[in-house]
């Protein structure tokens, strides 16, 4: 039997997962001095140096270079939840890190580059990945990689290696390096939706997301329903209930959640 056609207000609460502060950081770079604008600054290094040109860099006026000995290490160290996230979200098992970087190096020579991140929970290594050696003839190429945070994970050490092969500079260029954490997948999946008079609730399942998302007909229950540690996601829908509506709500509120 089919439901009236009725205005609902589509009202998610995500529950406690991702307080504010720690959402905020999501999809933001975490380096400091990532382009290398204030030298070394933020950066620890045994034998890398700042170069202006030749190339020219990919943005900004400087770049890092390895120095000149055949190897240099350059690295900086993340600390999660100094940055801002919450110890709940940083386990949930929700979430990758995404790093990289724009490498380059000097005309023909093969002068190589390797970007790495350390996760650790402050006393032990908890995984360890790299976007390989790799060099180009004065051409900036973006290398970027992902790798799934652990739980227990609470600082990301980022670094560069350098190898010199050729020449007397150790030519493995880094410019605009980057660290983010950020959702590795949609953040819920719906499972079941259940409907009564003029409400409506959905079931989801998620490493992330814990929680019912309600859908309510009357919009002054938004402020009803408001917490601190809350995010809620609305939309306007219309609806005359049936298994083609029900679906069709599955993939709007899809949308509503990935942004899609």
Partial sequence: MHKPTFAAIIVAAIHG??????SASLNTNLLSNPGFES??????TD?????????????????LMGGRTSLSYTYQTVD???????PDGLDAGCLEVYFGGWQAGWETQTDSGRIEVIVTDGTNELVRN?????YSNSTWVLK???VSLPQGARFITYGFHAQRYQGSNNDGYLDDAFLEL?????PATIVGIAHAGDSVTLQLADLCVGASYTVFRTPDLLCDCWTERDTFIAASVTMDWSETVEESLRQSFYRILTGG
Avoid: K, M, V
């Fill in 17 to 22: 997962i991702f307080p504010n502060a720690c």
């Fill in 39 to 44: 030298n070394l600054d933020g950066w620890t």
């Fill in 47 to 63: 034998h890398g140096a700042i170069r202006e040109a030749g190339p020219l860099p990919h943005g900004g006026a400087n770049y």
């Fill in 80 to 86: 999660l939840i100094g940055a801002g996230f919450a």
């Fill in 130 to 134: 790299d976007l390989g050696w790799f």
């Fill in 144 to 146: 970027e990689g992902t």
């Fill in 182 to 186: 950020r959702l590795s997948q949609a």
